[in-house]
């Protein structure tokens, strides 16, 4: 990511305006939600920059511990005009301006205040996704200069924040099937319109529409003119069949398949167990270290880990055991147990969960039924 840090004349309060400017998300895991950025002109000294709160360094000591940990500091960064909108361009994505309607002596104030920002001293902050992002900064730098911001139309009623996420990940499934299993029971509550705007889209269509009440006392629209600098590059997403759903329902139907050769043959194969509770430990034990160690928000209340249960682990070498040695399992009765209670959190509505868990779920459920009712099932005539 470009990060320039160039020096800030004096502003000429009657030359200088501000815009927001709103960019489309990019492929990369850091762009995937759009980016907000606050342009900065001053016709008098021929000033045209960008501020942003989105920059970080990726060669910080412990950056990607620190990141898991959901201890990633950011910084305000000021780079030239044309520098940033090269960026975006070259990324194939849109950058839409808006105008704000500030008299000079509210231009100066957030000049100002963003003087302040730069400071080594004062630059980098504790960043926060939902609630401290570049977005949400510059939104709040905006306001402050203005008394009570108001809106006209209306959000989605009752959207929450992993609907809200989903409008932005629907083309790069792994990504949020990723996000989907990290994030907890607390992302499924209803967000309010002032939430939601850590979204540059929704901060920019809300922006759109809010009403502040100007320097002589009447109302007026928060932006005025805005113009799209840069216009989308259509992407071309090539047919992938490597998606989640696909990779699931093929683990629940290869599990199907095991389970009728193993009845047909009357024995046991035991990697099928270690695939299946490999595949659910690993990952739980990354969800319980995120819900217990990580300051990332809404990833400690995660009903997942009733399914992706670290357990599966500890479990394993007594499914193997048994298995080799024709004894009964009856530790796949707390195998069943935490399956059902996954399925009643469910039903329930405890929380969202990813389609493709739920195939995985069967799986499982399949798998250990087998284990506790074997005999019986291999009695049966399936030729």
């Known amino acids: 990511m470009l990060c320039f840090f160039v020096s800030l004349s004096r502003i000429s309060a009657e030359e200088a305006s501000f815009s927001?400017?709103?960019?489309?998300?990019?492929?990369?895991?850091?762009?995937?939600?759009?980016?907000?950025?606050?342009?900065?002109?001053?016709?008098?000294?021929?000033?045209?920059?960008?501020?942003?709160?989105?920059?970080?360094?990726?060669?910080?000591?412990?950056?990607?511990?620190?990141?898991?940990?959901?201890?990633?500091?950011?910084?305000?960064?000021?780079?030239?005009?044309?520098?940033?909108?090269?960026e975006y361009e070259e990324r194939g994505s849109s950058v839409i301006e808006q105008k704000v309607n500030l008299s000079p002596l509210q231009a100066e104030r957030i000049y100002n205040a963003l003087a302040e920002n730069c400071k080594p001293e004062n630059r980098v902050y504790r960043y926060n996704y939902f609630y401290n992002n570049c977005t949400t900064r510059i939104r709040d730098l905006l306001y402050s200069v203005f008394g009570e911001v108001s809106y006209g139309g209306d959000l989605p009623e009752n959207m929450t924040f992993r609907e809200a996420l989903s409008l932005l990940t629907g083309k790069h499934q792994w990504y949020a099937f990723g996000i989907n299993l990290l994030l907890g029971a607390d992302v499924d509550k209803p967000a309010s319109r002032h939430q939601l705007q850590f979204i540059p889209a929704f901060f920019m269509n809300d922006a759109g529409k809010a009403v502040v009440e100007s320097s002589a006392?009447?109302?007026?629209?928060?932006?005025?003119?805005?113009?799209?600098?840069?216009?989308?590059?259509?992407?071309?997403?090539?047919?992938?069949?490597?998606?989640?759903?696909?990779?699931?329902?093929?683990?629940?139907?290869?599990?199907?398949?095991?389970?009728?050769?193993?009845?047909?043959?009357?024995?046991?194969?035991?990697?099928?167990?270690?695939?299946?509770?490999?595949?659910?430990?690993?990952?739980?034990?990354?969800?319980?270290?995120?819900?217990?160690?990580?300051?990332?928000?809404?990833?400690?209340?995660?009903?997942?880990?009733?399914?992706?249960?670290?357990?599966?682990?500890?479990?394993?070498?007594?499914?193997?055991?048994?298995?080799?040695?024709?004894?009964?399992?009856?530790?796949?009765?707390?195998?069943?147990?935490?399956?059902?209670?996954?399925?009643?959190?469910?039903?329930?509505?405890?929380?969202v969960y990813p389609v493709p868990v739920y195939f995985f779920a069967i799986a499982l459920m399949a798998r250990a039924m087998f284990h506790l009712y074997k005999k019986k099932i291999c009695e049966l005539n399936l030729y």
């Open 217 to 351: 006392g009447n109302m007026q629209p928060l932006v005025g003119e805005t113009t799209i600098l840069l216009g989308e590059q259509p992407k071309v997403m090539e047919k992938n069949h490597f998606t989640p759903f696909n990779v699931s329902l093929l683990l629940l139907l290869a599990t199907m398949i095991v389970m009728l050769c193993e009845v047909r043959r009357k024995r046991t194969y035991w990697g099928l167990d270690v695939l299946l509770m490999l595949l659910q430990g690993i990952p739980g034990m990354l969800l319980l270290f995120m819900a217990l160690f990580s300051s990332h928000p809404a990833v400690g209340n995660n009903w997942l880990l009733l399914l992706l249960n670290p357990l599966a682990l500890v479990l394993m070498p007594q499914f193997v055991y048994c298995t080799i040695k024709g004894k009964p399992m009856r530790a796949a009765w707390v195998q069943v147990a935490f399956v059902a209670m996954f399925f009643l959190s469910a039903i329930f509505s405890v929380q």
């Open 20 to 86: 927001i400017l709103t960019c489309s998300p990019g492929d990369e895991a850091y762009a995937l939600f759009g980016h907000t950025g606050l342009r900065y002109r001053d016709s008098n000294n021929g000033t045209d920059i960008v501020f942003g709160y989105g920059y970080f360094d990726f060669s910080a000591p412990n950056f990607m511990w620190r990141f898991i940990l959901g201890e990633t500091d950011y910084m305000v960064g000021v780079v030239p005009y044309s520098h940033f909108i090269r």
